[in-house]
T-cell receptor, first 114, second 114 residues
Framework: DGGITQSPKYLFRKEGQNVTLSCEQNLNHDAMYWYRQDPGQGLRLIYYSQIVNDFQKGDIAEGYSVSREKKESFPLTVTSAQKNPTAFYLC?????????????FGPGTRLTVL | GESVGLHLPTLSVQEGDNSIINCAYSNSASDYFIWYKQESGKGPQFIIDIRSNMDKRQGQRVTVLLNKTVKHLSLQIAATQPGDSAVYFCAEKVPNTGFQKLVFGTGTRLLVSP
């Protein structure tokens, strides 16, 4: 089955710890995205990548870092510098080269800071 | 500024009714819109999209209407079923960003009673 997988589904972190969220896709998509979802708010863009070895900050990149060493993988690290990391994190991907196609989303990772 | 909003946070309907979910967008230059469905604890699922050169687009049991004059988008679901219960939100593609940047609404919860 083609799709986007995210792991883990639930993640608990102590304050001061860095954690890494996994996102893998086998859709052969060039572009990948990370969003954060908080109750009562729309999805907000953290980072995006349009091609391997390249990524750009989104609207709320502070306290986060990413890498794009492989086309199918776009891991997100939530660092201790992120002041309010508890949220639902969503990864998405889409075929690049056309601005008018949808982003496909993974199942999400719920991060809770204890 | 860029914003995508919804008028009704919760919509309750009876099974078999038609549902209409509304969305207002702010950027008159936006040229691509997407509706997503999100079930509790899951990632968003693509429902239907529409480009700004169209006023209406139909899918299976769903229709999206775009009124560019008043910057309004709606999703119509025919013969609503209990499985349609979810949060629905629209997304607007921000023009001239060099990549596909989407701005997401906060969502409307659709509750379908048997």
């Amino acid at each position: 089955d083609g799709g986007i997988t995210q792991s883990p589904k639930y993640l608990f972190r102590k304050e001061g710890q860095n954690v890494t969220l996994s996102c893998e896709q086998n859709l052969n998509h060039d572009a990948m995205y990370w969003y954060r979802q908080d109750p009562g708010q729309g999805l907000r863009l953290i980072y995006y990548s349009q091609i391997v070895n390249d990524f750009q900050k989104g609207d709320i990149a502070e306290g986060y870092s990413v890498s794009r060493e492989k086309k199918e993988s776009f891991p997100l690290t939530v660092t201790s510098a992120q002041k309010n990391p508890t949220a639902f994190y969503l990864c998405a991907s889409r075929m690049a080269g056309n601005s008018y196609n949808e982003q496909f989303f993974g199942p999400g990772t719920r991060l809770t800071v204890l | 500024g860029e914003s995508v909003g919804l008028h009704l946070p919760t919509l309750s309907v009876q099974e078999g009714d038609n549902s209409i979910i509304n969305c207002a967008y702010s950027n008159s230059a936006s040229d691509y819109f997407i509706w997503y469905k999100q079930e509790s604890g899951k990632g968003p699922q693509f429902i239907i999209d529409i480009r700004s050169n169209m006023d209406k687009r139909q899918g299976q049991r769903v229709t999206v209407l775009l009124n560019k004059t008043v910057k309004h988008l709606s999703l119509q679901i025919a013969a609503t079923q209990p499985g349609d219960s979810a949060v629905y939100f629209c997304a607007e593609k921000v023009p001239n960003t060099g990549f596909q940047k989407l701005v997401f609404g906060t969502g409307t919860r659709l509750l379908v009673s048997p």
